[in-house]
């Protein structure tokens, strides 16, 4: 509890445009792509966060170097099999559960045994989804009860596999993905459907890639060995930091906010249907395309008729890192919200799916639970005057902003404890609340 946040007073009314930080799931592919290409790759807009940060320095210690310019990233990358492994290798994925899994896909060619250690609560997760389909490619893998720190020894005799990935992890298919980038053959993956930026950007650099869309798996098949060159992109806002801006503005009073430049990619965008079934309307405005990806800025203005929902199940994949946000419209909302099938929420840096349950209850909200499935009972005319302490929720950066907007938008005094971890994903999430007019205490170490 060395840092925290206090909120006591409700935000003013707002309309404002502003921008939110570039997309975590693209800047950290980027990078480990770049590792891989021929040549320099620059990378504009690049999210500068911790998770990204530690991205840089894993690559760094595998021998790519990297420089920061005034307005974008290099990376010289020097192709598929250019990773120094000649000695064992500890990284630190921090608390980013993106970057340990994805690069021990790339680590399936290592020489020596790497190590991926991460934080407190990386550590507590489980690798079992991900070491499991490695080994299939033939690389050793060591780790006690599938927690970090893993390790991984690559093999010079990688097989390509045939793979079903049931989840609906994007985590588990990239990381495949990338393992086959590596390996002689056609690897074949059935996948659930999950963010595609992996998928889109292995087609904008000719990997050889073939996709055929069903409506809930995708079968993808990647022609592996084929060295591919250095890149430019350019980084959109990530759609998951501006949800909760548009929660914000959504559970306000008379304000409006226009988010410029986020990705809407359909596989994002569970968000945007969710709340817009909840009469929650959000316009996109300037809509194009960059390399596969969709971009828009969002319009949203404050709803005070907010409709129950009956969340299809076929929307918890592409909201998954939105269901905490969600969850507080619902307590908003005219009757019952019924979500179901979410046990991956408590996969994540903490047990989201637990600690949305206690939260909802301690700000009065009747909640009922039968394993994965919620029914939260809301209250439109919801507002709080006591005290209410958030803590004990593993430094997850998504339960502080969550907690933020709670108080912005609900009333009564708060205090947030280990705001800092913001760092992982949202590092300019305060300067953004402070442009807005927002009203907080910080306390920093
Ligand atoms: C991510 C995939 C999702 C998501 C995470 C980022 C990615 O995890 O929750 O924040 O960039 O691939 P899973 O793959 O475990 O669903």
């Given at each position: 509890m060395k840092n925290y946040i206090k909120i006591h007073n409700k935000i003013k009314k707002f309309n404002k445009n502003i921008n939110v930080s570039s997309d975590k799931s693209i800047s950290i592919r980027c990078v480990l792509l770049a590792s891989q290409a021929i040549g320099n790759t620059r990378i504009y807009n690049l999210l500068e966060s911790e998770d990204v940060n530690n991205a840089l320095n894993s690559?760094?210690?595998?021998?790519?170097?990297?420089?920061?310019?005034?307005?974008?990233?290099?990376?010289?990358?020097?192709?598929?099999?250019?990773?120094?492994?000649?000695?064992?290798?500890?990284?630190?994925?921090?608390?980013?559960?993106?970057?340990?899994?994805?690069?021990?896909g790339l680590l399936v060619n290592s020489k020596r045994f790497v190590t991926i250690k991460g934080d407190k609560s990386l550590s507590a997760r489980d690798f079992s989804r991900i070491t499991e389909p490695l080994k299939l490619f033939g690389v050793e893998i060591k780790s006690k009860a599938n927690k970090l720190p893993?390790?991984?020894?690559?093999?010079?005799?990688?097989?390509?596999?045939?793979?079903?990935?049931?989840?609906?992890?994007?985590?588990?298919?990239?990381?495949?993905?990338?393992?086959?980038?590596?390996?002689?053959?056609?690897?074949?993956?059935?996948?659930?459907?999950?963010?595609?930026?992996t998928e889109l950007l292995f087609k904008s650099l000719n990997i050889p890639i073939k996709i055929v869309k069903k409506k809930y798996f995708d079968y993808i098949e990647i022609k592996g060995e084929n060295n591919f060159n250095g890149f430019i992109y350019n980084v959109p806002g990530d759609i998951s930091s501006s949800s909760f801006f548009l929660v914000l503005t959504i559970l306000s009073e008379n304000s409006k906010l226009t988010i410029k430049n986020v990705n809407i990619n359909e596989s994002r965008t569970g968000i945007l249907k969710i709340l817009n079934k909840m009469n929650c309307k959000i316009k996109i405005k300037n809509r194009k395309m960059y390399k596969g990806e969709l971009i828009g800025d969002l319009c949203v203005k404050s709803t005070n008729k907010i409709n129950a929902i009956n969340c299809p199940k076929n929307l918890n994949s592409s909201a998954i890192d939105e269901f905490l946000i969600i969850f507080l419209v619902a307590a908003k909302a005219k009757g019952i919200s019924i979500f179901k099938d979410l046990g991956e929420l408590n996969k994540k840096e903490s047990p989201r799916l637990d600690i949305a349950v206690k939260f909802l209850r301690m700000i009065g909200i009747n909640v009922l639970r039968n394993k994965n499935d919620i029914k939260i009972f809301g209250n439109p005319k919801l507002k709080l005057d006591k005290k209410y302490l958030v803590n004990k929720f593993r430094k997850d950066h998504r339960v502080v902003m969550m907690s933020c907007i709670a108080a912005l938008t609900l009333g009564g005094e708060w205090k947030i404890t280990d705001a800092d971890s913001v760092k992982t994903s949202f590092p300019n999430f305060f300067s953004i609340l402070k442009k807005l007019g927002a009203k907080y205490i910080e306390k920093k170490k």
């Open positions: 690559i760094q210690k595998l021998g790519v170097k990297y420089k920061k310019s005034k307005n974008f990233y290099e990376i010289a990358g020097l192709g598929l099999n250019s990773f120094n492994t000649n000695r064992n290798i500890e990284l630190n994925a921090g608390n980013s559960g993106t970057l340990a899994r994805l690069i021990l893993v390790k991984i020894l690559g093999s010079n005799f990688l097989r390509p596999i045939k793979y079903e990935e049931r989840l609906g992890s994007a985590q588990c298919k990239s990381a495949v993905m990338l393992a086959a980038l590596k390996t002689p053959g056609i690897t074949k993956i059935k996948a659930k459907k999950s963010r595609n930026h």
